[in-house]
């Protein structure tokens, strides 16, 4: 189920990488949580954008809940 779920967040991610791209920016899959909660780093022009959090919540989480709507939030990991 895991490489299932991973597979379908993995589908999400490429449908939006074009876009961050394009904004000299990129995401990765950091974790999922027994909780159903995607942990994902922002990398580039991204991590340091000051509407990230809106892209987080507004393009990001509502892709993924559209390609795995069992997801219940998602979480940008700043390290």
């Known amino acids: 189920m895991v490489s ?15 876009y961050l791209e394009s904004d ?3 995401i990765s899959l950091v974790d999922i949580t027994p909780d159903m909660v995607v942990k994902v780093k922002l990398h580039g022009a991204c991590q340091s954008c000051n509407v990230n959090q809106m892209t987080l919540k507004s393009g990001v989480e509502q892709t ?6 069992e997801i219940k939030e998602v979480e940008n990991i700043d390290d």
């Open 24 to 26: 000299g920016g990129d």
């Open 64 to 69: 993924i809940k559209k390609y795995a709507p």
């Open 4 to 18: 299932e779920l991973t597979s379908k967040i993995e589908l999400a991610l490429a449908e939006i990488r074009p």
